[in-house]
Each structure stands twice: as structure tokens, then as C-alpha cells.
């Protein structure tokens, strides 16, 4: 059977774009997606759980190989120490990141698109992509003209009264450091602290498969969903791509389509334009790769926002209540002052339980992460023509001074609210806090880490000196509170080794003008030198927006599944 539309990928990207092509009877769309299916009312109850990190350790639902460098990778000098390999989270389940990430639903600030326009994506300023924003949304509790109502994700925040006595205590540390309180963080750009904005509904969360991919939607006879189906390569005909060969259970499959549409994230969807000989012609040649297309920002640029934690004990009665098992109630923008640096340039998630198992509804995180980021040299390439082995991938974070500076003076921030009379009351032991191979390890959902961080916590919960003593000996890494708060060099270090991303990896197939070098489609999705082919997930960002991707990737969906149907 022949496709009007192949959608390689089911996340967030992809679920919006089968429900709206296939809204158009004549259109039959095919959806194909690695991991498995999430069908309605019977999704997995991990996905469903409105605290995210029951998913989000789950192996099930992750690409289980990917691993990336995160720190800068010197291709200079082949001596240099190495950074190490991290594992790196990336969703392999119908809605994608939407299905196992922390449901945070902010938008960015008006001058991110702004800078969209200015870098060449035309049509994609403030004032053109909040209606889609909009569109996405239903907002359960603001309305007007910053707010959506009809839209098939919801928005909604838990009221103060309702939040932990820790994110309480952090709310009331803010307003003594004389911060505003907004009640609306999707309302006015504005610095202050405010109730985050998150994905769910019922104390559930509702990912872009649950709210795109339907009952209804699924019934529809032109739109077939094919999970469990891993996308190998593109076909082409010259310079046309007509169609992808998949593995289906198992077995090779070939798809025919008037157009795919590649929706697989920034690392993948890069993968399979190199792959198919679309990028750097001095890779594709390295790789024994015939050039179809000579693209050289295909892969490069990829953009994170860096961040780094400061973390705590929280004491016995402020930790998570029985109000709602979302854990991030508290969100603070704020802006860092530097130099030609808009506003509203840092963030900080207030989170109130680290992780699914005991220990984690110990700790407390004060997560800042640079807003708007500066570091551009990340890229994804191949490191094996093996469609079955995962890229490369080099995020290159802090290779901007401004981004690194940013972090330094970030968790001396966060310091100095965290020794704040208010939050001394609910917390103990504060540390700088890594996300290390150790605590990955301990963070997959399995029988053996729950007890063991059962055992744990029962010391954890004893005497203060013995808290003192097992979370220096067994949580610490190497660098103390003390340290980095009385040596610059000791701060300086803990920021470039800890530092990681927030799984907002983009701009790997950015869009701009024609004439852009290193742009890879236009702004409507298509790739530059070939046709039929168009890629739309986060990997075409100009930028990386001032906030958690998943809703401007949701938004970009609906931009450019509207200029299908009118290009018709």
C-alpha cells in the first residue's frame, strides 16, 4: 500500500502530525515508531503516573545503547583525556519524550523567536507561533490571550496551599529575596517564582500519544500506527525520497509515500539524513557514504540547556503530601544580568523528591539550568554506517564561557536561598549533587534498588550525625558544600564535571534561509536539495527556546502541519 505521508517516529512531533494530516480523509498516513504502543486506557502505568520518574528509569522505554559525551571533546589533540560516556535517556515508546518526561509546559520568551526570525526562519516570530501554542494547550486554570482552551494537552499548576512544606519554604526564601510571585508562568516573560506549569490532568499525566492519538482519532481508516517498527534507511529515486525500509517485529518491510517525514528527535533524525548520504560531504566520505545532498549543518550545532543541582536532605512532614505526586511545584526564572543576555536567561525547578525510590523522597533539588544558552558546538555523526548502531553524539556543554559563568554564579545563588532561614527549617546537609553513573545505576526501577534504598533511607531518617556520615560516604562525589562555596577553583571544577543537560537536545536540522549554509530545512520542514523529504521535531530549532522543548516541539507540529494542509 502507498502513503500520502511517512511519519518516522511517534513522539511528541509525530502523534501531532498523524492526527492532523490524517483530519483530511484523502490523506493516508503511516506512522511508524520503535518502541511499543501506549493504546488508550491501557497504557502502561508507568506512563500514566503523574510523578514522571517511575517512567522516566525505566528501561523499557528507552533507546537502551544511546550513551553521549556531554562535556567538551577535543578533536585537536587524540592524547587528551577523553569525557566520559553517559547513558542518556532518549524515549523509544509511542509519544516519545512526552510519555516519560516531568510534563513541564512552558513555552519560552517572546525575543527566543524572535531570534527564530532573525537567524532566518521567517514566519516563526512571537507573535506567529502563539496561536499554535495556544492551539496546543487547554488550560484548566487561566483563560485570555495568552491561554488556549480547546486544545488536546492540558495545562494546569498545583495551588500554593497544596504544595510540599519544602517547595512552601522555597516560595516563602523567594519572596524574602524579594522575588515576585506570578501566579501565571505562561502568562507575561517576567522574572519571579511562580507554580510550574506541567502536562496533566486528573493526576495523570497526558502525553501527545494520549491527547493526539486518541480512541477517536484511532478509528480513523487512512492512519495506520505501526509500533514496534524501527525505520533502517530511506529510499530514494535520484533525488526524491519515496519511501523508508523498516524492521517490523523482526522482519524488513518497505513503505512507499508521496512524503516522509522524519519526527524522530535531534539525534535521530539526524541519523537518518547522514545515513541516507544527506550532510558534511567530508563525514558522508569518511563514512564510505554517497552524497545525495550536501548539507553540512546536517548533525551539527546540537544545543542543550547545561545545568548543575544543589541538594539536600528534606526533614520528616515537608516532604511529598498526598495532594498530588507531581513532584516539581515550584519553578524561578530570573535573569543573570550579563551582557547582551535577554531577560528571563536562567531556571530553576524546585524539585521535591530526586527519584522513585526511598532515598530519592529524601532529596531535595534546587535544578538550575541556563535558560538561554550560548554553547553551540555540539553535533551528532555516524560512528558506524550499522543502522543498528547509535551516533555519535557530542553535546559539548559550557564550550561558552558566558554558559559556564552562568552555572557559577546560578548555584551561589541557589546557596544563599537554600541558607535562608526557611529552608534551614525543612532541609539538612546540603550538597552539590551529580548525576553520575552511580546514581543512574541506582535509579533503574528494579527489585534490588528498592531495597537497598530502603535500607539506606532508615539511616537517613536516624540520628544527624550518622545522616551526616552516609551522605558524605554514599551520596557526596567528590566535591563538599563547603568547598565550592569557599574556592572559586573547587566551584569552577564541580560546574564543568557535573554540569549536564535536561534532555532538550535540538538544532541538529535547523531551519533558515535557502541561502544559509548551515541551515538544513526551510520553514516548512523541508530538506534543502532533496524532495519529498522533511524533517519536524526539536532537531529544527534555530535556537534552543527558553524552556523545557516538549511544548515548542508541540507547537512546531502544529505550525507546520497546518502549512501541509494549506501547501494541498
Known amino acids: 500500500m502507498a502513503y500520502d505521508y511517512i511519519i518516522v517516529g ?9 492526527n492532523r494530516l490524517s483530519s483530511r480523509s484523502t490523506n493516508r498516513v503511516l506512522v511508524c515508531e520503535a518502541g511499543q504502543d501506549t493504546p488508550p486506557g491501557h497504557e502502561p502505568p508507568e506512563i500514566r503516573d503523574s510523578y514522571s520518574g517511575t517512567a522516566y528509569f525505566d528501561p523499557r522505554f528507552h533507546w537502551t545503547e544511546l550513551k553521549v559525551h556531554t562535556q567538551i571533546v577535543s578533536h585537536n589533540n587524540p592524547h587528551e583525556n577523553r569525557p ?8 523509544r515508546v509511542l509519544g516519545g519524550g512526552s510519555s516519560i518526561n516531568g510534563q513541564m509546559a512552558n513555552r519560552g520568551a517572546p525575543t527566543d523567536y524572535q531570534e527564530w526570525a532573525e537567524r532566518g526562519a521567517e514566519g516563526w516570530g512571537w507573535n506567529e507561533v502563539l496561536p499554535y501554542f495556544k492551539k496546543v494547550e487547554r488550560d484548566l486554570d487561566f483563560d485570555g490571550p495568552w491561554h488556549g482552551k480547546d486544545g488536546r494537552i492540558p495545562v494546569r ?6 504544595w510540599t512544606k519544602y517547595a512552601q519554604a522555597v516560595g516563602e526564601a523567594c519572596k524574602l529575596a524579594g522575588m515576585a510571585f506570578l501566579p501565571d508562568q505562561n502568562g507575561e516573560f517576567t522574572d ?6 506541567h502536562s496533566n490532568a486528573s493526576e495523570q499525566r497526558v502525553s501527545a500519544a494520549m491527547g493526539y492519538l486518541d480512541a477517536e482519532t484511532r478509528k480513523r481508516a487512512n492512519l495506520a500506527l505501526s509500533t514496534d517498527t524501527q525505520v533502517r534507511s530511506l529510499l530514494f529515486d535520484g533525488a526524491r525520497c519515496v519511501g523508508v525500509v523498516a524492521v517490523v517485529d523482526g522482519k524488513e518491510a518497505e513503505f512507499r509515500g508521496r512524503e516522509v517525514i522524519l519526527s524522530s528527535g535531534a539525534i535521530h533524525s539526524p541519523a537518518h539524513l547522514l545515513r541516507a548520504g544527506i550532510g558534511p560531504v567530508g563525514h558522508l566520505k ?37 495532594h498530588t505526586r507531581r513532584h516539581i511545584h515550584v519553578g524561578i526564572r530570573y535573569s543573570s544580568g550579563l551582557p547582551d543576555v535577554p531577560k528571563g536567561d536562567m531556571f530553576v525547578a524546585v524539585v521535591n523528591k530526586s527519584a522513585w525510590h526511598a532515598v530519592g523522597e529524601q532529596i531535595a533539588s534546587l535544578l538550575t539550568f541556563i535558560n538561554r544558552t550560548y554553547s553551540e558546538t555540539g553535533q551528532v555523526k555516524l560512528s558506524s554506517r550499522d543502522w543498528r548502531t547509535e551516533p555519535t553524539v557530542e553535546f559539548n556543554l559550557l564550550s561558552d564561557k558566558r554558559d559556564l559563568d552562568r552555572l557559577m554564579t546560578g548555584f551561589r545563588k541557589m546557596a544563599a536561598l537554600q541558607m535562608s532561614a526557611p529552608l534551614k527549617a525543612v532541609t539538612d546537609n546540603p550538597f552539590p549533587a551529580s548525576y553520575s553513573d552511580r546514581v543512574r545505576k541506582i535509579g533503574v526501577v528494579n527489585a534490588k534498588n528498592k531495597f537497598l534504598t530502603s535500607v539506606v533511607a532508615r539511616f537517613l531518617d536516624g540520628p544527624a550525625a550518622v545522616r551526616r556520615y552516609m551522605i558524605e560516604k554514599f551520596v557526596v562525589e567528590g566535591f563538599t558544600f563547603d568547598q565550592v562555596m569557599t574556592d572559586d577553583e573547587a566551584l569552577e571544577a564541580f560546574v564543568r564535571k557535573a554540569a549536564i543537560g535536561v534532555w532538550h537536545a535540538s538544532c541538529t536540522c535547523r531551519m533558515g534561509r535557502v541561502d544559509d549554509p548551515m541551515s538544513v530545512v526551510d520553514t516548512q520542514g ?26 515548542p516541539t508541540l507547537m512546531t507540529a502544529e505550525k507546520i502541519s497546518d502549512a ?3 501547501g494541498q
Open 10 to 18: 511517534g513522539g511528541s512531533a509525530g502523534s501531532v502530525l498523524a
Open 84 to 91: 566520559p560516556l553517559r547513558k542518556y535517556e532518549q524515549a
Open 157 to 162: 499548576r498545583i495551588p500554593v496551599e497544596h
Open 192 to 197: 519571579g517564582y511562580f507554580p510550574v506549569t
Open 286 to 322: 569518511d563514512m564510505g557514504i554517497p552524497v545525495v545532498a550536501a548539507l553540512p549543518g546536517v548533525g551539527q550545532r546540537l544545543m542543550d540547556h547545561p545545568s548543575i543541582s544543589l541538594s539536600s536532605f528534606i526533614r520528616r512532614g515537608a516532604r511529598m503530601n498526598a
Open 526 to 551: 523541508r530538506v534543502k536539495g532533496v524532495q519529498g523529504l522533511r524533517v519536524v521535531d526539536a532537531s529544527v530549532f534555530p535556537i534552543v527556546p527558553c524552556a523545557n522543548t516538549n511544548f
Open 564 to 566: 501541509i494542509l494549506a
